[in-house]
Structure formats: C-alpha cells, structure tokens
C-alpha cells in the first residue's frame, strides 16, 4: 500500500519525493505490472461485449482526462465566510449545550452514547425503541427522530448532532484544506466505486454538503467562481428516476404529468389530497416528493412517517 512509503492520510503524510528512489522504483513497477496482468485478464471479457466495450472506450475512458483536469483546477472557498459561519455554529453549540442540561438537570456530554443511554433511559425512563446488537437501548438517529415526536431532549440532541458535525467536518474543516499554491481546494473523484455509476468524492468530501436546512446552505454559499466574470453553473436530469418509473409502469397519471410538462410532484399532491393542481401549498409538494421518491426505493408507512413527522395512518 501507497501509505507504507508515504504514511497515513493526514499533515505528517510525505510525498513521493521524500521517498528513497529504490523504494518508489520497486513500487511504480509492481503498479505497472500488476495493471498489465489484470489487463489481459480484463480487456477480452470486455472486448467480447460491443455495448460494454462502447462504454469503455466512448464514456469511461474519454472522462479520465476530465475528471483530471477538474481534480487539478479545484475549488475556490470563502475561508473567511466558513470561519463566520464556523464561530454562529460554536454559539449555537453551547446554547443548545445548556438547553440539553436545564431538560436533563444535570450537565452530560452530548456526545457520548453510554451517557445518553444511562440519561434517556434510566433516569428520564424514556420508551426503548431499538437496542444495540450487545442489547444495550439504541440512541442512534432513527430512535432519537421518533422521541423527538414526544420529548424534547431528544430533539435538542439532533440538533447539537447535526451542527456539530457540520462543523467539525466542513467550516473548521475546509479551510485548512485550502492549497498553498493554488489557493483552491483539490478533492479526487472516484470514477468506478459507486454502485449507481455515480461519481464520489474524498478528502474532502464536497458531494455530501447538507443543503435541506439553512446552516448547510451557508456552507456551499462559501463555494465560490473563480473571479470576475465567472459563474458557478449546475446542471441536473429533470426527475429521471421518476421519468423512469412513469414509463416502466405504464401509470397514466404520472405519464401524463410529464407529458404535459406539470411538475410531477404537485401532480401527485393534488392527487394524494383531492385537491386542484393550483391548491397545492409547498408543504403538501413537499409531502408528495418524500411519497414519489419512497415508492420507487421501497419505503414503507412507518419509514414515511418517520420522515415527514406524521403519524403513521396518515403515511
């Protein structure tokens, strides 16, 4: 492994030129050796297939140069609007620190699960929803989202759970990652690991930046064009998942929808609440979002009321 020669991922990891020259000769030749051999093996399985060899050499191979150029260019970050951030989120941390000791009466840590155990469980006698699988009762997000329903401790430790790891992992984060030279920040993209054929991203990870509640917005509104005259652009399939369904189902209603360019979530929400197309209000769009997407991912009546907060005879 790469981290043999170099060390860990972290800042005491070395470049390759800090590497004695047999040692990188002995590892760039296994690499090129080992990548030949399973060449031969590979390429004739792939080679036998016209479609996969089309996508081989037509998509995957051609992006390997684009990905490259992206991973080379990086990103322009706001440091000083992350380090703003980064304080408001600190403030919030402690405010919601001593909200969480007045609901308990006594101070814990936040952060520890045997704490919380002991605390929700056995002093505050809450109900056990789940239990660990060496019996202890769960305090993992699920189980804290549907106490949330009823109790107000638990709520206030999702809130703190969430914040803190936005801000560890992002506002505290990002900057540092910053490049001296280039002043952007240089993530690698993972062309072949996902199973949707998507890309991923790592050190850091700017694929996984919150952006349903405000806070997580603040984080990407950092992520800035490179200077005068330039424009951040994004660019997204319009409802193909859905698109997909509708044609695999035959489903008049949604084929529709789509044919006649209505937006297919009101559609369904005017459906779901007998209502016309323009009586549908944002939250009920929204209910009927979570209901399109839950159906094609199979998700059942207790998981949709979980997520939309709503008891279980309605989902």
Same mark, same amino acid.
């Given at each position: 492994p790469?981290?043999?020669l170099?060390?860990?991922k ?6 390759m030129r800090d ?5 990188i000769?002995?590892?760039?030749s296994e690499?090129?050796d ?5 060449h031969?093996?590979?390429?004739p399985k792939?080679a036998?297939d016209?479609?996969?060899?089309? =996508?081989? %050499?037509?998509?995957e191979?051609p992006?390997v +140069?684009?990905?490259?150029? !992206?991973?080379?260019? &990086?990103v ?6 992350l ?10 941390l402690?405010e919601?620190e001593?909200?969480a ?5 006594e101070?814990f840590?936040?952060s ?8 929700l469980?056995?002093?505050?006698g ?8 060496k ?5 993992a ?11 107000p401790?638990p709520k ?21 990652? =910053?490049? %001296? ?5 240089h993530t +690698?993209?993972?062309?072949? !690991?996902?199973?949707t &054929? ?6 850091p990870?700017l694929?996984?930046?919150p ?7 603040k ?10 005259g ?10 193909i998942?859905?698109?997909l369904?509708?044609?695999m189902?035959?489903?008049q209603a949604?084929?529709e929808?789509?044919?006649n ?6 559609a369904?929400?005017?459906r779901v ?8 209000d944002g939250?009920?769009r929204?209910?009927?979002?979570m209901v399109?997407?839950?159906i ?7 998981g ?11 989902a």
């Amino acid at each position: 492994p790469i981290e043999e020669l170099i060390g860990k991922k972290g800042k005491n990891q070395k470049t390759m030129r800090d590497v004695p020259l047999d040692k990188i000769t002995e590892y760039a030749s296994e690499d090129a050796d080992i990548t030949l051999r399973l060449h031969e093996v590979l390429w004739p399985k792939i080679a036998a297939d016209e479609k996969l060899k089309s =996508v081989f %050499e037509d998509i995957e191979m051609p992006l390997v +140069s684009v990905i490259s150029d !992206i991973e080379r260019t &990086g990103v322009a970050i706001d440091s000083n609007m992350l380090a703003a951030h980064s304080q408001r989120l600190g403030e919030r941390l402690i405010e919601l620190e001593k909200e969480a000791f007045e609901i308990a009466g006594e101070p814990f840590n936040l952060s520890s699960p045997k704490q919380l155990q002991v605390l929700l469980f056995e002093k505050l006698g809450l109900p056990i929803i789940k239990k660990t699988p060496k019996g202890a009762p769960s305090t993992a997000e699920e189980v804290l989202q549907e106490l949330a329903h009823d109790y107000p401790l638990p709520k206030v430790i999702i809130e703190h759970r969430g914040l803190s790891k936005l801000k560890s992992t992002y506002t505290d984060k990002l900057p540092l990652m =910053v490049n %001296e030279k280039t002043q952007r920040v240089h993530t +690698s993209y993972h062309q072949a !690991i996902t199973a949707t &054929g998507r890309l991923s991203s790592a050190n850091p990870n700017l694929q996984n930046i919150p952006i349903r509640t405000d806070r997580g917005r603040k984080v990407r509104q950092a992520f800035i064009p490179r200077g005068e005259g330039y424009v951040l652009f994004a660019a997204d399939y319009s409802q193909i998942e859905l698109r997909l369904m509708a044609a695999m189902s035959g489903d008049q209603a949604m084929k529709e929808a789509f044919i006649n360019g209505t937006d297919i979530h009101t559609a369904t929400a005017a459906r779901v609440y007998g209502v016309a197309i323009d009586q549908v209000d944002g939250d009920m769009r929204r209910k009927a979002k979570m209901v399109n997407f839950g159906i094609i991912y199979g998700i059942s009546a207790f998981g949709l009321s979980q997520r939309l907060s709503i008891p279980r005879k309605e989902a």
